[in-house]
């Protein structure tokens, strides 16, 4: 009778240690997928029979409930940092303006995927709805459309925003998108600041970013060239942020520290010349520029941020 209690015994201890690994290893994939704490983690995987998809399945529908109360509780908060991201493919670019409330946010890496998540839809948005025209097409969004705009998982991107302010606890905000089609005989470029290089693929992130539609007049062996200059010049808009192109019929300011005319502004990148003697030489027609800095006007459009922030 002792031999056969302490055999029970030691197959419920081995059972159970078996179990706790599991559930260690459960805990801790869940933890990496999602980015909850221990404590929610735990939870989950408890309340759903150690089931690793039906508790991150619960987990996300906890966090868009909890995101969408604490975003209707957070949003008269002010949001004047985040990042710019562009995306640009082919003939069509978008940049958008996702805010939140400091810096140490915007560095978090899913604030940061979140930021290229949002680009990519805005992306797919221009490709199916916005048309080329003569030489392009621009749209604007505001907070309400971008929060409408489908996301990944049959989602919105009001419902993934509000998942991720369960997880950052902070006021996050759909601000603006501009998005853009050009036609055939014409492309557009994208840069931010700070830069991840051109090797980087993918959306690009920054507090500022431009974007610039411009016509290749020597297309064949000088394209690749031509494409470099367009992001310098997208560079050179957020540097020196310039008020209109002009064209050498332009009067140039007598003072070139006050001059807001590209064509006569002395370049970014090589001050000892001007933006048009840079455009003239490498045979590049810019034809309209889009400039986003992160926070910018923030305060004015807190009001019309928070309402839309609250209906959702």
């Known amino acids: ?3 056969s209690k302490s055999s029970f015994l030691a197959r419920f201890f081995h059972a159970s240690a ?3 690994t599991t559930n260690k290893s459960l805990l801790g994939k869940l933890r990496k997928k ?4 221990f404590t929610n983690c735990k939870k989950a995987l408890d309340l759903n029979e150690q089931d690793l998809g039906k508790a991150e399945k619960w987990l996300q529908e906890q966090a868009k409930e909890l995101g ?3 975003a209707s509780k957070l949003a008269g908060r002010k949001t004047s940092q985040g990042l710019i991201s562009i995306a640009v493919e082919g003939k069509h670019a978008t940049m958008v303006e996702f805010n939140c409330e400091t810096d140490f946010v915007a560095r978090n890496k899913q604030f940061q995927g979140m930021a290229e998540l949002i680009s990519l839809a805005c992306l797919n948005y221009t490709k199916t709805q916005v048309q080329p025209q003569e030489p392009f097409a ?3 969004l505001d907070t309400a459309q971008l929060q409408s705009l489908a996301g990944p998982e049959n989602k919105s991107l009001a419902d993934h925003v509000a998942i991720l302010i369960s997880s950052v606890g902070e006021n996050l905000v759909l601000r603006r998108a501009a998005c853009v089609t050009v036609n055939e005989d014409h492309d557009v470029a994208g840069f931010t600041h700070p830069s991840p290089g051109l090797e980087h693929t993918g959306p690009i992130l920054g507090k500022f970013g431009s ?3 411009y016509q290749d007049l020597k297309t064949g062996d000088k394209q690749q ?3 470099n200059v367009a992001r310098q010049l997208c560079q050179h808009v957020i540097g020196m942020n310039p008020k209109s192109i002009g064209s050498e019929e332009d009067t140039p300011n ?3 520290e006050e001059e807001t005319i590209m064509y006569h502004q002395e370049f970014l990148l090589d001050p000892t010349q001007y933006v048009g003697e840079v455009i003239v030489a490498a045979g590049i027609k810019p034809v309209e520029f889009l400039r986003f800095e992160c926070g910018e006007g923030c305060e004015e459009s807190e009001e019309t941020q928070t309402q839309a922030a609250t209906a959702g």
Do not use: C, I, R
Not at 34 to 37: A, I, L, P
């Open 1 to 3: 009778m002792l031999h």
């Open 18 to 20: 078996n179990q706790l």
């Open 34 to 37: 999602t980015g909850y704490s």
């Open 68 to 70: 969408w109360a604490k």
């Open 138 to 140: 621009k749209v604007f």
């Open 211 to 213: 974007l610039m539609v």
């Open 225 to 227: 060239n031509v494409q």
């Open 254 to 256: 007598e003072d070139p």
